[in-house]
């Protein structure tokens, strides 16, 4: 099956950016991104005090990474875009079936890998204001695996009043291979080649082998 845009390279590092993001302290950000700056720095304050909790096993572990992603991840928004023009194409059916599968299928995926960075360190190397009350926070990652090289990642955040925060996360990239616009082009080939209910079958399939992967 397609990995949807998250090949071996984009999994690992995905995963480590989000984690490793909150393993030391948060440089001060020039206004006006700082408070853009601050939240993505306590979304992996949040992270990190889980995943550093030795009083909890990893599956209980995984199940708070999973409710954080929730929480700040623009998942109905990113799940709409991925889908491109085909989004307009599917029955009513088949939007609540694609979208009830794919928060599973996203969550799981980076969630069961989370638990597994445990360290690591990061360096703000720029912050900007893209307009329109979107922010991109660049950071260099590093990973505890000794003799790793930093890693280049973007976070995309953008001011939302629903959440409580008053931001939401809506694209990661990864030495420049974004997340949404990955799976876009590849769940676009899925679909021109094999239909929307045969991706809506792999992302719950996807999602079943994760939730089968050994603790």
Same mark, same amino acid.
Request: hydrophobic share 35%.
């Given at each position: ?101 794919? #928060? ?29 009350? #979107? ?9 505890? #695996? ?6 280049? !990642?973007?976070?995309? !955040? ?16 990864? #030495? ?40």
């Amino acid at each position: 099956m397609n990995n949807f845009g998250c090949g071996n390279l984009f999994r690992k590092t995905l995963s480590c950016a989000l984690v490793c993001a909150s393993l030391s302290s948060f440089p001060a950000f020039a206004a006006p991104v700082d408070d853009a700056g601050k939240y993505v720095e306590n979304v992996g304050n949040k992270a990190i005090e889980t995943l550093s909790n030795k009083k909890l096993d990893k599956e209980v572990k995984r199940n708070k990474i999973e409710q954080l992603f929730r929480d700040n991840v623009d998942i109905n928004w990113i799940g709409k875009f991925v889908l491109g023009r085909f989004f307009r194409q599917a029955t009513d059916e088949q939007k609540k079936r694609y979208f009830k599968e794919y #928060e599973t299928f996203l969550v799981r995926h980076y969630a069961t890998r989370f638990t597994d960075y445990t360290s690591g360190s990061f360096t703000i190397t720029n912050s900007r204001d893209d307009g329109g009350e #979107e922010f991109t926070i660049n950071m260099q990652i590093k990973s505890g #695996e000794a003799g790793s090289e930093p890693i280049s !990642v973007d976070y995309r !955040v953008r001011a939302d009043n629903s959440h409580k925060d008053g931001f939401v996360i809506f694209d990661i990239t990864v #030495e420049g291979v974004s997340m949404i616009t990955t799976q876009r082009s590849e769940f676009s080939s899925v679909i021109t080649n094999k239909g929307m209910d045969y991706l809506i079958t792999q992302l719950a399939d996807k999602s079943n082998g994760i939730d089968r992967k050994p603790n």
